[in-house]
């Protein structure tokens, strides 16, 4: 196992009835901006109910923030926060929306232009403005962790960034609040959820035991719920696992002292900011073919994959792997999320897009080896068509 350091301040608030509570997590002289997405947060009475809960406090309001955030959106709410002199920020959606929110509060007390925040993947972020969430959609695990995906439209680039910072101070987590949520969205959760356990689990053998082990938990966890979870929306108990496995797949704790991959995520990042596909669904599209393309310096994971998560253990390693990667992809295929960029009416020609943008944001050397050059990212990307 690798060193590591593991630290994650978030305080969870997890379970019915709990929005109730910003009450006291919020400071009761805090000058509140509401960052949220669409229309459904006031349709489901979410927002209603984070009103009540903020009582006297100074609050204001800020929506529109897209699936994948974009900078032009966010510098709008930067702006806002800076002219109302607004001093904590309450984010309240899906990852998006919280992604949104970790800009914000880094590029409101940025001195320089606040694009450089995700061109230097967060390194230069001094100082943020605390903040909460409440959590309204279980995937990106967002909610407690670092991390933020933004995208600038007029040049196309969706770029990471990190910073310790950016952690929420607290995320209040209430399964109910993913009762109403389209089926399509509760698809891409599990598969977002599942794609970060993988990220962080399908390299190579450190004698992790415990990350092994809880990650496979967690995808267990995923592909047993999957059919409940689509089908019976107000189930609360398994919409209670399916917000909690999500939170877990991305907070540090399996990611702690092992390899980790992201070569899916980085590819899939390119594809969302060309073709505006949904960020789950993209990863559903590189996974299976990265893991093909990637199977002999993956090879060990893999056989532990298929053995531990979908109880393969005849035949060949080859046939073993084979298996893995097909349960994988059939896993996403049942879940109504397609594998293959044809599905999009994709062909040749994203192919090319993408190693261009992979190359204009530097993603040539992926994967926890280093060793996804753009040559082999064509090879995964063309394993896809």
């Known amino acids: ?34 960052l949220y997405g669409g229309a459904s947060a006031e349709k489901t009475g979410t927002l209603a109910e984070v009103r009540t809960a903020l009582g006297q406090r100074t609050v204001q ?6 699936p994948n955030p974009s900078y032009e959106t966010l510098m709008r709410a930067v702006e806002h926060v800076r002219k109302e002199k607004l001093d904590f920020l309450l984010a309240v959606g899906g990852g998006s929306v919280i992604d949104g929110t970790k800009f914000v509060a880094a590029a409101a007390l940025y001195d320089g ?26 995937a990106t695990g967002s909610e407690m962790n670092a991390g933020s ?28 609040k993913t009762f109403t949520l389209p089926v399509s969205q ?20 450190v004698n992790a035991r415990v990350q092994d082990r809880f990650a496979e938990g967690l995808l267990q966890t995923l592909v047993e719920i999957a059919p409940q979870a689509i089908a019976s929306p107000d189930d609360y108990e398994t919409r209670a696992n399916l917000m909690w496995t999500a939170t877990l797949a991305l907070n540090g704790l399996i990611g702690a002292g092992v390899p980790q991959d992201w070569a899916t995520h980085m590819i ?6 060309l073709y505006d596909i949904d960020h789950a669904r993209t990863l559903a599209l590189v996974l299976p073919a990265l893991l093909d393309v990637q199977r002999e310096p993956k090879r060990a994971k893999l056989l532990q994959f298929g053995e531990r998560v979908w109880n393969i253990t005849s ?31 994709l062909g040749q020609e ?16 992926l994967g926890e080896h280093r060793d996804i050059d753009l040559a082999r990212s064509r090879r995964i990307l063309e394993a896809a068509l």
């Open 350 to 365: 994203a192919v090319e897009a993408v190693l261009k943008q992979l190359e204009t944001h530097g993603m040539t050397s």
């Open 149 to 176: 995906v933004v995208t600038k439209k007029a040049t196309q680039a969706k770029l990471a960034f990190h910073s310790a910072l950016v952690y929420p101070k607290f995320s209040v987590l209430d399964p109910r």
């Open 1 to 34: 196992m690798k060193n590591f350091e593991f630290h994650n301040p978030t305080k969870i608030v997890f379970g019915a009835d709990t929005v109730a509570k910003l009450s006291r997590l919020v400071p009761d002289h805090a000058r509140v901006l509401i």
């Open 268 to 273: 899939g990042h390119e594809l969302t900011a």
């Open 61 to 66: 309001e800020f929506g529109g923030i897209e």
């Open 315 to 345: 035949g060949s390693e080859e046939e073993r792997i084979d298996a893995a990667i097909a349960h994988t992809r059939a896993f996403f295929e049942g879940l109504g999320i397609p594998t293959r960029l044809s599905a999009y009416q």
């Open 186 to 205: 509760v698809a891409n959760g599990l598969v977002d959820a599942f794609v970060h356990t993988t990220e962080q689990y399908l390299t190579y053998p």
């Open 113 to 138: 232009e606040p694009w450089e925040i995700a061109e230097r993947g967060g390194s230069n972020i001094k100082q943020a403005l605390p903040f909460g969430a409440v959590l309204t959609l279980p």
